[in-house]
């Protein structure tokens, strides 16, 4: 078989940036991907990595001045080739034989290809590391059968549109923008040359049976009309795509796969934008079980085109001058219909999406090599974690010096003189306190009221420079009392904690009317002189140090309105979700989740004019708040997630599960008093099993139940929640409409209104989310 040249030429080759602009690739994004080590290919082969380094990987993302013809000769050529290549099956007749002798079995029955894989294993291992950490969410599940029919069909391409947007979408936030709009999108197309259209239109028309697959397409220029210059890749969705009963691609799904491969790189090379300058192009084949990845790659400007018969013309071509890479077959989706994230067949193609991007973008900001060197970090912490006991062979968990198992010691509270001192703060209405805030200095506040809630001190106060709006302020725990005393600890995570959290989300620029505001924090100036020697330090006195939080606004949490008024209405609870939901997504772009969502951390907040239907509902006591995987949420009985209480860690939904318990809570739910975890999840593995909470909040309102299947889909699995699904749906039932203030925005994924529909299903149905 005889290969074009290939040419490493990555460093000298000019790709597109992130901002439109070109640039040029460096060398040294090479050598982060790959190292100079032997690496082992899929074919268990071992090959110098300098010798791969031309052939495989630079070749997937490299460019070809000579793509592009110079000529108007070649030009016209090339143009007469993409409008005469139309007809699949001539191709694969002319091109089947070649395929089969290359890709056929040895005479001791041992595979033996002459295609060789585009990735080595090397490649595929590195990139698994740096997705460790990854959370690639599907919504949409494969449907596997033992028979066919129509309806499948058209799951079978949801499914696949959606496994291949979480590919790009995880992509792109791991290794180029963790913001901002996704640059691609997805589109169908019957024929090579042919018009693209959703795949919902194509439901809508039944013309599902036409497709022969889903492009990766480009958002590039104003103009709305696709072309097939715009195409990053091609995905070929088959009814089978195996040869007979062996684990290989069918010599048919390779012939068609080239066959597009083909008219890509023409269409590519006729572009008069000329946006990329690339001599391969990856194709990816698909059932509804197994996936393989075929590579096409050579100049295009050695085509000797016959007009007479244009199918030889490009055969001789791909068995001349071209270079045919093709993969390995293995399943992508399991029996259940989940995509396997971290296995061979799903790792390739993220490895050909990626170099795909590459390709039009240029390189990440984050590197394959950078991200996998990572792997050792987690590793160092984990043996931290866990050591190798000494006489056995198994890790054990690694217990503190001093820990006792298996005793419980009573301590004497009145032998000790630290927790019978009488030095909390206490503040009585009338009461001025001064307070020295280290970037806006010295503050003075009124209190004017204090609720006593929970096992933190929170008061009601004016600021003198203000007089007119009232502020809610929090006293901590003196510094010399967080050693003795569970609740002066707690104290400290209301005030210092949530001083923290409060002003990083304000360093990030987000703002919602949602979220609690931070008005003034720092320490109390006590009354005659201070020895402090520092100011930072603290002197003598019993309230030198005390920390001092101001927020905005002040509101009655709804503990104490359901105990006054009784439950909430269908508007009001409709209103508490989106007010919720809001708020935690909001947070959620700086990664933060809040941790204690219960009835004594909402607060209702009325507007000037104090009417009932302008009323906002709003978390507060962010202090127990989630920034980092060693931070521990609140544990509570009643309004904790079952992983909270299983793990002592949150799952990114957590608090969406939080927020289900007190819904029911408010809408007038029972919730059982528990006396301990073990009893806490039995009451919530057969509230869930019985489906008892979606019943009773199907009494409120249809959205609150179906919010609710939507979270029993989530709970305990690595996937986030959607918040603008269900923040859009919400607004249009509380407002009419979607509320022009949205608050901060996560970016605006493209979700049709058949996701919309997915979203509002059950858990247990077929396309649950």
Not at 360 to 367: E, V
Not at 606 to 635: C, H, M
Request: proline fraction near 5%.
């Amino acid at each position: 078989m005889k290969f074009g040249s290939q040419q490493s030429d990555l460093a000298s080759s000019p790709g597109r940036s992130l901002n439109g602009s070109f640039r040029k690739f460096t060398s040294g994004f090479l050598q982060n991907e790959l190292d100079s080590s032997p690496g082992q290919s899929l074919d268990g082969s071992f090959r110098k990595a300098n010798s791969v380094i031309s052939s495989h990987s630079v070749s997937g993302i490299s460019s070809s001045s000579k793509l592009f013809p110079t000529s108007r000769r070649v030009y016209k050529l090339l143009k007469d080739c993409g409008r005469k290549l139309v007809n699949q099956e001539l191709f694969q007749q002319s091109l089947e034989d070649w395929v089969l002798e290359n890709a056929g079995v040895d005479h001791v029955n041992v595979e033996h290809s002459s295609f060789r894989s585009p990735f080595l294993i090397d490649e595929l291992r590195k990139l698994d590391l740096a997705l460790e950490g990854v959370l690639f969410q599907q919504l949409c599940r494969m449907p596997c059968p033992p028979y066919a029919s129509e309806a499948l069909k058209e799951d079978e391409y949801l499914a696949l549109e959606d496994f291949l947007h979480a590919t790009v979408n995880g992509l792109w936030r791991t290794f180029w923008r963790k913001s901002g709009p996704l640059p691609f999108f997805l589109s169908c197309s019957r024929q090579p040359g042919s018009k693209f259209y959703p795949v919902e239109k194509a439901i809508s028309r039944g013309r599902l049976e036409e497709l022969r697959g889903l492009a990766l397409i480009s958002k590039s220029g104003s103009d709305p009309k696709v072309q097939w210059d715009q195409v990053v890749q091609f995905a070929l969705f088959r009814q089978d795509i195996l040869s007979g009963n062996e684990l290989r691609l069918s010599a048919s799904s390779v012939c068609e796969a080239l066959f597009c491969g083909v008219h890509i790189l023409i269409s590519r090379s006729l572009s008069k934008s000329r946006s990329i300058e690339s001599d391969s192009v990856y194709v990816m084949v698909f059932d509804s079980k197994f996936g393989a990845v075929v590579k096409l790659g050579g100049d295009l400007s050695k085509l000797e085109f016959n007009t007479s018969d244009p199918y030889q013309s490009v055969v001789h071509w791909i068995k001349c001058h071209a270079e045919v890479c093709v993969s390995s077959v293995d399943r992508i989706w399991n029996k259940l219909g989940n995509a396997n994230w971290r296995d061979l067949g799903t790792l390739q193609v993220l490895l050909a999406t990626f170099y795909s991007i590459i390709q039009w973008i240029g390189p990440p900001r984050k590197s394959i090599a950078s991200l996998a060197s990572n792997h050792s970090l987690r590793l160092q912490k984990r043996r931290i974690e866990c050591r190798l006991a000494e006489n056995e062979n198994a890790l054990v968990p690694y217990q503190q010096a001093g820990f006792q198992h298996g005793e419980i010691v009573e301590l004497d509270h009145n032998d000790n003189p630290l927790l019978n001192n009488p030095s909390r703060l206490k503040l009585k209405q009338g009461e001025i306190l001064l307070l020295e805030d280290q970037q806006q200095g010295q503050k003075s506040f009124q209190i004017q009221d204090s609720f006593m809630g929970g096992n933190y001190f929170l008061y009601c106060a004016i600021s003198l420079d203000c007089p007119t709006q009232l502020l809610t302020l929090y006293v901590g725990a003196h510094p010399s009392r967080l050693e003795p005393s569970w609740e002066d600890m707690s104290l400290w995570y209301q005030v210092q904690r949530q001083t923290k959290v409060l002003n990083i989300l304000k360093q990030k620029g987000i703002s919602s009317k949602y979220l609690p505001e931070i008005i003034a924090s720092g320490r109390i100036l006590h009354s005659g002189p201070c020895k402090k020697q520092s100011p930072s330090g603290r002197c003598d006195h019993p309230w030198c140090g005390t920390p001092i939080l101001v927020t905005y606004p002040v509101g009655e949490p709804l503990s104490y309105i359901v105990a006054r008024d009784g439950p909430l209405s269908s508007d009001d609870a409709l209103r508490c979700c989106r007010d919720c939901l809001a708020a935690l997504r909001s947070a959620a772009t700086a990664n933060v989740q809040h941790g204690d969502i219960s009835p004594e951390n909402i607060i209702r907040v009325f507007d000037t004019q104090g009417t009932r239907n302008k009323a906002l509902y709003i978390p507060i006591s962010w202090g127990r708040a989630v920034l980092e995987d060693r931070d521990s949420p609140a544990i509570n009985l009643q309004f904790s997630s079952s992983h909270a209480l299983q793990h002592g860690k949150l799952c990114p939904a957590s608090d969406a599960e939080s927020l289900v318990y007190l819904l029911s809570f408010v809408c007038g739910g029972r919730m059982q008093q528990q006396d301990s975890i073990e009893s806490a999840l039995q009451w919530r593995e057969k509230s869930w099993a019985t489906r008892s909470i979606q019943q009773q909040l199907g009494e409120v309102s249809p959205l609150l139940k179906a919010f609710a299947d939507y979270v029993d889909s989530l709970c305990g699995t690595p996937y986030p929640v959607d918040y603008d699904i269900w923040l859009r749906r919400l607004n249009i039932a509380v407002d009419g409409s979607v509320s022009a203030d949205r608050g901060k925005m996560i970016e605006e994924v493209a979700i049709t209104l058949r996701l919309e529909n997915v979203a509002e299903s059950s858990g247990t149905s077929g396309c649950g989310v």
